[in-house]
């Protein structure tokens, strides 16, 4: 069959890879999965991440994007997504790390808590990225120990589309530091031509707020509570969803902070020198040190339209006469 490009695909979601072992598990220490498989060319809105299945118990008190610990996806050998969690708590009911990172970027964990036997979860994480033809992608996704193991469907699922930004993930700068002093961190920057940057998620490895301020240089000389930060950010404002099967089986519960978790937004700053000081004081209490990562999300103009699919092209008949099904009265 002749085919060709069609630029003018819309929105198409496509399934890309599905097994039925890269699933969360009650296995001591988790587990972790290296997964890969061809792409379809077109560009590519959104990934999205789906669990499904069954379990004895539900796997997490809260969301199942809990029990993700780190996603890093590869296309064509450009590493694109990168976002790795401290401090998930199954037993807790809130937002999760990895929920809370993915909608302070404009995306979704989409979930059903209607069964406590039953899963059925997507995690969609905004990319925008034109995928050429003969694409192939890799990704690295690691669990924490689940309360119950879940027996389905691991996906891996592409919104294609419109996109107007590429939102690229960082690799992390990691810093330990001292209790109650002020430390000056640089936060490593992407070099890529065009980019800006859109803001830095900041974890400590506690799930507690032992961030006392935190002045960030590129917008201005006075500090900032983690408080504050979450009202400029938009999470002060109900901003994280979840679900919380201990709650309803119906309703999504909103959060408007997440202890130990805070994203600074950047508004699209353009960086020169590869870096972005931030002087933090951190307040750990009872002990003397805390190790924070500081994950920086780009943005870079893209555009394109949809997958795109192959189209018959044949104008007349070739080979046999007519459809291969027609029917006898019609020879």
Known sequence: MAGSSNANGGVRYTMIYQDATSLPSDNVGGAAFNLSNPVPAGLIEAVGLRIRGTCAAYPSTASVAEIISGVRFTLNGDQVINLQTQANETG????????????????????????????????????????????????????ITALSSVSGNFELWIKYGKSTNLTLYGNQTSQTLADGAQTMVSVKI??????????????????????????????????????????????????????????SAIDQQYSSRLPGYYFIPLYNASVSDGSVVLLITNDTGAAASEFLTFTPVLNLATSGSGERTPVQTARVATGSKGAILSRAEDN
């Open 92 to 143: 807790t009911n809130n937002v999760s790390r990895l929920g809370a990172m993915v909608q302070d970027v404009g995306g979704m964990v989409v979930e059903s808590p209607a069964s406590a036997t039953a899963v059925d979860a997507t995690i969609w994480i905004p990319l925008g990225l034109n995928a050429p033809v003969n694409s192939r992608f890799e990704l690295a996704l690691n669990y």
């Open 190 to 247: 992407p070099t890529i031509k065009g980019a800006t940057v859109a803001g830095i998620m900041v974890q400590g490895a506690n799930a507690a707020d032992n961030l006392q301020s935190v002045i960030p240089k590129i917008l201005g000389d006075f500090a900032m509570s983690a408080t504050y930060l979450r009202g400029i950010s938009g999470a002060g404002e109900n901003g994280y969803m979840f679900v919380n099967t201990a709650t």
